[in-house]
């Protein structure tokens, strides 16, 4: 079936390092999304790419879905405490549109101020 | 608006027993979905809904039953609980435009099985 592969499980970084997560799939997919769980909390919407290649970036955030649209990664610049949590990436199933989300593992980052 | 709501938060059963993990949402969004997380697992979808009257099985269906009566309401059944069932449950909702599809997600019901 359905596979997405996360990259690390976790990752510790000293409060200002970059931090990036990477994200496989086994098939071709239409696209991808990236959530944000927050220790205790639950997972939080950050972004949707769609594109062969497309890069998007939110602040400090850069997303890019690769070219052959099997990969996806999120990467962090100069973390800050306020990035501690774990963060997804999510196959929304291609097909057709039925709002199911396969996910993978999940990268759990800690900040170290 | 509230988004999406899970009752209760917290949650204690015994092996065998049976209860309902209430979902709703007042978005009038099409999709919802249980999820249950697991330490190093991810989130895993348990069923989904397209809409009232269609529901269908994810990854892991076992052991748990859901009916989609209402566009709001999607609530989950545990038949006869099972300490393999002890999680994180969590409720999604979305929509679909414009290729969009960006899930809501409740608070979460923590579940133990002893």
């Known amino acids: 079936g359905q596979q997405v592969m996360q990259i690390p499980q976790y990752q510790h970084v000293q409060e200002g390092e970059d931090f990036t997560t990477y994200c496989n799939s086994s098939?071709?997919?239409?696209?991808i999304q990236w959530y944000k769980q927050r220790p205790g909390g639950h997972p939080v919407f950050l972004i949707q790419?769609?594109?062969?290649?497309e890069v998007k970036k939110q602040k400090r955030l850069t997303f890019q879905f690769g070219e052959a649209k099997k990969n996806s990664s999120l990467h962090i610049t100069a973390t800050q405490t306020t990035d501690v949590g774990t963060y997804f990436c999510?196959?929304?199933?291609?097909?057709?549109?039925?709002?199911?989300?396969?996910f993978g593992q999940g990268t759990t980052l800690q900040v170290k101020p | 608006n509230a988004g999406v709501t899970q009752t209760p938060k917290f949650q204690v059963l015994k092996t065998g027993q049976s209860m309902t993990l209430q979902c709703a949402q007042d978005?009038?969004?099409?999709?919802m979905s249980w999820y249950r997380q697991d330490p190093g697992m991810g989130l895993r979808l348990i069923h989904y809904?397209?809409?009232?009257?269609?529901?269908d099985q994810g990854e892991v269906p076992n052991g748990y039953n859901v009916s989609r009566s209402t566009t709001e309401d999607f609530p989950l059944r545990l038949l006869s609980a099972a300490p393999s069932q002890t999680s994180v449950y969590f409720c999604?909702?979305?929509?679909?435009?414009?290729?969009?599809?960006?899930?809501?997600f409740g608070q979460g019901t923590r579940l133990t099985v002893v």
């Open positions: 978005m009038n969004h099409e999709y």
């Open positions: 999604a909702s979305s929509y679909s435009r414009q290729g969009m599809a960006e899930a809501f």
């Open positions: 790419l769609v594109k062969s290649g």
């Open positions: 999510a196959d929304p199933s291609g097909s057709g549109n039925t709002g199911k989300l396969i």
């Open positions: 098939t071709t997919l239409s696209n």
């Open positions: 809904s397209v809409g009232a009257g269609i529901t």
